[in-house]
């Protein structure tokens, strides 16, 4: 049931707009609330069932695992006729498949890595089972394709050199692009980035890591390649979410994303965009927005283990709602005079004074003349400007 305003007549929920691309992955909600520690508490939902209610809600898009939608013996004829349902749900529904990725991490054969598997037979196992999920994506429109190696990784060092994990890692992701560039696929290729679990250490931790990992494939494959960061991905590791996708954008890598909620330094929590800290959620898409992102917004969240099967739509709600507020706030930040005023006191946008290097460049840089206390002793309002903001957020009409 939608949340309604408390008068009942205002609209709280900004609308949707023509280009914006929401999806969810539908193993969040199909997955029925069971932990380490707790049996599952929810009914289990169907494919198709999660389709239909991602589309009435406003969702553009849906995401799966293969092992979400068949089992990991599945012979072509079933696949088949799972893809075949699939395309059925989604002409009939308008839902479009955003991407799709390879499950390498819940079969015990992956207990010690897929792609960085010592054992060449589970490597080979693992591109097979990575190139049969690619065909079923392609057929079904994929956008992009997501590789999140959660068991490509160690806890016994001494076992695995990372040396050797990260060659043979690569080897596998340019052996399938080059399978996607072959039968002239379309999709992008992502590659998720996580620090830990459920292995002790992954590898590729953050989006730094899967930039320079891309920077060492050839170029042909590498431009297919981008990386997909994860809100609370970047929250275990403790860094900053907005640096973390400000860098893979900048980078022009960004060609999906992954949205959730996450205390610092915890387990994977995987909550509600926008339940855990508001401010960061706003700042993540403010910059999304200002910089024009236009890709596969997808949530990669779970609802609460308490919520029952109705819950798993109020959840659903809240992470598209959230988004929308946000981007609500983050316009009315860039229209509000007094940040306006603030960004140019502080000289946000001043022009540099260094051009192109040349030698004559060099030379008439060099020669300048600094008075550095002088510069030292422009006033910086950061704190006004970030209690405007924090206003802003509230709701606070500041005077
Ligand atoms: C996690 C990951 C996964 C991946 C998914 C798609 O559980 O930590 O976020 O949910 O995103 O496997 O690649
Ligand atoms: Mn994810």
Redesign the pocket.
């Known amino acids: 049931m939608p949340i309604e305003p408390p008068d009942g007549k205002e609209p709280t929920m900004p609308a949707s707009e023509e280009n914006e691309k929401f999806a969810f992955g539908l193993w969040c909600l199909m997955n029925r609330g069971g932990d380490p520690f707790g049996e599952p508490v929810r009914e289990a939902m169907s494919q198709v069932a999660a389709m239909e209610g991602l589309a009435r809600r406003g969702y553009w898009g849906y995401e799966f695992h293969d092992n979400d939608l068949w089992p990991i013996n599945a012979g072509p004829r079933e696949i088949g006729k799972v893809v075949a349902t699939l395309a059925k749900a989604m002409d009939r529904t308008g839902l479009r498949c955003a991407s799709g990725t390879t499950n390498l991490f819940t079969h015990p054969v992956f207990k010690d890595g897929a792609f960085t598997s010592h054992d060449p037979k589970v490597r080979a196992l693992a591109i097979a089972k990575a190139m049969r999920t690619i065909d079923a994506a392609a057929e079904l429109g994929a956008e992009n394709f997501i590789f999140?190696g959660g068991r490509e990784g160690a806890e016994v060092d001494i076992a695995k050199s990372p040396v050797d994990g990260i060659r043979r890692y690569r080897d596998a992701i340019c052996f399938l692009v080059q399978y996607i560039l072959d039968n002239k696929y379309s999709m992008t290729v992502t590659v998720?980035p996580k620090p830990n679990e459920p292995r002790g250490d992954i590898y590729l931790p953050t989006v730094g890591s899967v930039l320079a990992f891309i920077a060492t494939m050839p170029a042909k494959i590498g431009r297919r390649v981008g990386v997909n960061p994860?809100f609370a991905h970047v929250k275990m590791a403790g860094l900053n979410v907005v640096h973390e996708y400000g860098q893979a954008l900048e980078a022009g890598k960004l060609f999906e994303l992954?949205l959730n909620g996450q205390n610092p330094l915890r387990y994977d929590q995987d909550l509600s965009f926008g339940s855990d800290n508001p401010k960061e959620g706003l700042l993540l898409v403010h910059m999304l927005e200002s910089n024009g992102f236009d890709g596969i917004i997808a949530f990669?969240a779970h609802p609460y283990r308490v919520e029952d099967n109705d819950g798993v739509w109020d959840f659903v709600e809240r992470n598209i709602r959230n988004y929308r507020l946000f981007r609500d706030k983050a316009r009315q930040i860039d229209a509000d005079p007094r940040i306006a005023e603030l960004l140019d006191q502080i000289g946000a946008a001043s022009p540099s004074l260094v051009g192109r290097y040349s030698a004559a460049e060099a030379a008439r840089i060099k020669a300048m003349k600094f008075d550095p206390d002088a510069l030292a002793t422009r006033r910086l309002p950061y704190e006004r400007l970030d209690q405007v903001l924090t206003e802003i957020l509230l709701g606070v009409n500041f005077k």
């Open positions: 999140w998720e994860e992954h990669d």
